[in-house]
C-alpha cells in the first residue's frame, strides 16, 4: 500500500476480519458494504493522484511488468538473448510472440521484483548490449515482416563508466535511429516509468501508447531536481512542473492514447491490465497496417517532425 | 521575450559582454594564468595544460569558417515556455531573458550556411552560455532544419556540439527533440550525404545519445568530456572516483567512440578535406547537384 492510499487502511483491516470470520461461508452483505466503500475511496484517490504520486504508482513493485504483459496478453513468446557482440543483457527481454493469433516482435525493458531479480535486471536499468540486442531483433523484425511492439519501463539507461566504455550514447542513438526507420508497424507501450534517453530508444513508434499512471519524463524527477536545484528531495516539485503524467502529455500531442488502468492501479489485477493493453495495442496495429507503407513512415516523420512548440 | 530579442546588439557587435576585460585569465583545468590576449589569440586553448575553452558561437564561427561566409537562418527563434515552468524560484521564462542578455542570443543553437576552404556547407553550433547549450524545442526545431536546409540544397552538414544535454525546463518535448533529430538525420544521410559532428567540452546526454554521435565522421577536441552521463552522476552510480581521462576525447577514442581528435587550429583544414573527400562523390548526389544547378540557371 502505498502512503497516499493510507486513509484506506482501516477499511482494508475491517474487510480482512469480516473475510476471516466468514471463511468459506461466501460472501456476506457486510463484505458487500465494506468493498464498495473501499472501491469508492481508491476512485477518489486515482482519480486526483498528483504527478509524483502517479510516479509512485508507476514504480510500484507489484506493477506489471513486460515479463507479466507476455504472461496475460500474448502466447507462444520465445526469447531470444544477446547483443551478438558482447553480452545478455537481461533489463532488456525480448522475442516473437503471438497477439491474439498474429506474430508480432515484442522488446521491453524488465526489472526485477526482489532484490535478487533486481539484481539480474539491473533495476531496468539497460546496458549498451540491452540497447543492441533491441536493436537487432528490431531489424530482424523487419526482415520478416513482424510488427514491433515495445514495453518501456526503466528509470533511466545505466550509467557507469563500463557503460560510457560500450558507448551507452551511441547504443541508445542508433537504437532510435533504426527504429525510427523501421518499415514495419511500430506500436510502443510506456508501462511504468519512461525515463529519459533510456526510456526513448525503443519508444520512437508510429503509436505511443501510455498506462493511465505511468509517466513519461526527460530525467526522472529526482534527477531534474538535482539539475535543477541541486536536491533530490524536491522530486515532488520536479514531477509536478515537468509534465510527466499520461493526461498531461496527452494534452501536449506528444502521446497517442492512454490506456485506462484497473481500479486502484494496474497492479491490483495484472490480467484486466494486460486485457487493456492487449485491445489497445491490437487496435493501433489494425489501423497502422491498413496504411500503405510509404504514408506511415510519412506520418511517422511527421508525428516527430511536428513537435516544435517555438516562437518566431 | 520578444521584447528583449529586439533590444539585442546587432550580429557582430554582441557576446562583448562575455569576454572578461581582464588582462590575465587563468586556465580552470591547470590553473594556469595566461595573458587574455594571448590566450584568445591561441583560440581560447591553454598554453600549458592545452586545455579547450568552451568556445561562444560566435568565437567557433570564426576560429572554424572561412572569413565573413556564415550567414545565419532564424537568428529570431526562441522558446514560447511551453510547460509555463515556474517552480521553487525557478522561473525559465526568467532565466531565458537572462541567458539572451548575457550571450546575445536568442537560443543555445545557432546555424547557416557557410564556407569552409572555399566549399559551401550547412553549419550549426551551440551556444554553451544560453542554458549550458541545453537541448529544448528551439534546438531541436533549428537543428532540424539545418539537415533539411542541407538535404534540400545537397551541402554537407557540420555541427559543433558543447552542451549538457536534454533541457528540464521543457520536458519530455525537450526528449523528443532527440527522436525529431536522429529521424531528419538518418533522411540526410539516406540521400548520400555527409556529417560531421565536432564534440567539444562538455558534451553530454541528449545531444551525445541523439544525433551528436552519429557523425559519418565524429570529430572531438582534445580533453572534452563526452558522455552519456557526467561526472557526477557517474561517480554516485559506481560509488567511486572517476580516473582523470575517463570519457575525455581519447577515453573515447581509444573504445571505438569517436574517429578523430583534433586541435581547434587544426579544425578548418580537417573539415576542408573530410568535405573534399567524402562530399563529391555519390553519383545519385551529383546527378541531383546538376539538377538543381540547371534549374538554378547556374
Redesign the interface.
Given at each position: 500500500m502505498l502512503e497516499f492510499e493510507s486513509s484506506l487502511r482501516p477499511l482494508e483491516h475491517q474487510l480482512e476480519e469480516v473475510r476471516r470470520r466468514q471463511a468459506g461461508n461466501g460472501s456476506s452483505a457486510d463484505e458487500e458494504q465494506l468493498r464498495s466503500r473501499l472501491e469508492d475511496g481508491l476512485r477518489d484517490i486515482y482519480s486526483q493522484l498528483t504527478p509524483w504520486q502517479k510516479a509512485q504508482v508507476a514504480r510500484h513493485r507489484e506493477r506489471p511488468y513486460t515479463l507479466d504483459y507476455l504472461q496475460w496478453a500474448f502466447s507462444d513468446f520465445v526469447e531470444l538473448h544477446g547483443d551478438r557482440s558482447f553480452a545478455d543483457d537481461r533489463s532488456i527481454v525480448g522475442g516473437p510472440a503471438m497477439l491474439e493469433g498474429r506474430p508480432v516482435m515484442v522488446v521491453g525493458q524488465q526489472k526485477g521484483r526482489d532484490t535478487k531479480e533486481n539484481l539480474t535486471r539491473n533495476f531496468g536499468m539497460p546496458h549498451p548490449e540491452g540497447y543492441r540486442k533491441a536493436e537487432r531483433l528490431m531489424k530482424a523484425a523487419e526482415r520478416l515482416g513482424l510488427p514491433v511492439v515495445t514495453f518501456v519501463d526503466t528509470p533511466g539507461?545505466?550509467?557507469?563508466?563500463e557503460?560510457?566504455?560500450?558507448?551507452?550514447?551511441?547504443a541508445?542513438?542508433?537504437s532510435?535511429?533504426t527504429m525510427?526507420?523501421l518499415r514495419v508497424p511500430t506500436v510502443c507501450v510506456i508501462i511504468g516509468e519512461g525515463g529519459?534517453?533510456g526510456a526513448?530508444a525503443i519508444a520512437?513508434a508510429d503509436r505511443i501508447l501510455m498506462l493511465e499512471h505511468s509517466t513519461?519524463?526527460?530525467?526522472s524527477p529526482e534527477?531534474?531536481a538535482a539539475?535543477?536545484?541541486r536536491d533530490a528531495a524536491?522530486a515532488p516539485?520536479?514531477a509536478?512542473?515537468?509534465?510527466?503524467t499520461a493526461q498531461e502529455?496527452r494534452q501536449?500531442g506528444?502521446i497517442d492514447c492512454i490506456v485506462p488502468e484497473p481500479l486502484g492501479g494496474a497492479h491490483q489485477d495484472h490480467a484486466a491490465a494486460a486485457r487493456a493493453v492487449a485491445e489497445a495495442v491490437l487496435s493501433a496495429l489494425v489501423e497502422l497496417e491498413s496504411m500503405r507503407e510509404d504514408e506511415r513512415l510519412d506520418r511517422?516523420?511527421d508525428k516527430?517532425?511536428r513537435?516544435?512548440?517555438?516562437?518566431? | 521575450m520578444k521584447e528583449i530579442l529586439k533590444r539585442l546588439p546587432r550580429e557582430g557587435a554582441q557576446r562583448a559582454a562575455s569576454v572578461p576585460d581582464n588582462l590575465w585569465v587563468r586556465c580552470p583545468r591547470c590553473k594556469e594564468l595566461q595573458y587574455t590576449k594571448e590566450h584568445e589569440q591561441s583560440l581560447k586553448v591553454c598554453s600549458k595544460c592545452k586545455y579547450h575553452w568552451p568556445l561562444t558561437a560566435r568565437e567557433r564561427i570564426d576560429a572554424t569558417l572561412d572569413a565573413g561566409t556564415f550567414r545565419e537562418i532564424d537568428a529570431g527563434m526562441h522558446s514560447s515556455d511551453p510547460l509555463h515552468f515556474s517552480s521553487r524560484g525557478e522561473v525559465y521564462g526568467d532565466k531565458l531573458e537572462q541567458y539572451a542578455r548575457q550571450t546575445g542570443a536568442a537560443e543555445s543553437f545557432i546555424y547557416g550556411t557557410g564556407a569552409v576552404d572555399g566549399q559551401s556547407l550547412v553549419f550549426g553550433v551551440t551556444e554553451f552560455g544560453f542554458a549550458g547549450g541545453s537541448m529544448g524545442a528551439v534546438f531541436g526545431e533549428k537543428l532540424t532544419r539545418a539537415i533539411e536546409l542541407a538535404r534540400r540544397e545537397l551541402l554537407p552538414l557540420v555541427v559543433v556540439s558543447s552542451g549538457g544535454g536534454a533541457r528540464m525546463q521543457e520536458g519530455t518535448i525537450s526528449l523528443l527533440q532527440m527522436a525529431k533529430t536522429v529521424a531528419a538525420l538518418d533522411r540526410f544521410k539516406a540521400a548520400g550525404l555527409p556529417f560531421l559532428s565536432v564534440m567539444a567540452d562538455p558534451c553530454l546526454g541528449g545531444m551525445t545519445a541523439s544525433y551528436a554521435i552519429l557523425g559519418d565522421v565524429n570529430i572531438a577536441e582534445p580533453g572534452a568530456y563526452i558522455g552519456f552521463a557526467g561526472r557526477r552522476v557517474i561517480e554516485q552510480t559506481m560509488r567511486q572516483k572517476l580516473p582523470q581521462n575517463a570519457a575525455r576525447a581519447e577515453f573515447l577514442l581509444e573504445h571505438g567512440m569517436i574517429d578523430i581528435v583534433v586541435a581547434r587550429a587544426e579544425l578548418p583544414s580537417l573539415l576542408g578535406r573530410l568535405v573534399r573527400l567524402l562530399a563529391t562523390s555519390n553519383p545519385a548526389v551529383a546527378r541531383r547537384r546538376g539538377r538543381v544547378e540547371q534549374h538554378a540557371g547556374v
Open positions: 539507461a545505466h550509467a557507469g563508466l557503460d560510457e566504455e560500450r558507448g551507452q550514447s551511441e541508445i542513438a542508433s532510435i535511429s525510427l526507420d529519459s534517453g526513448l520512437v513519461f519524463t526527460v530525467a534527477a531534474a539539475i535543477l536545484w524536491y516539485d520536479a509536478a512542473s515537468m509534465r510527466i502529455l501536449l506528444l511517422r516523420y516527430y517532425r513537435i516544435s512548440f517555438i516562437e518566431e | -
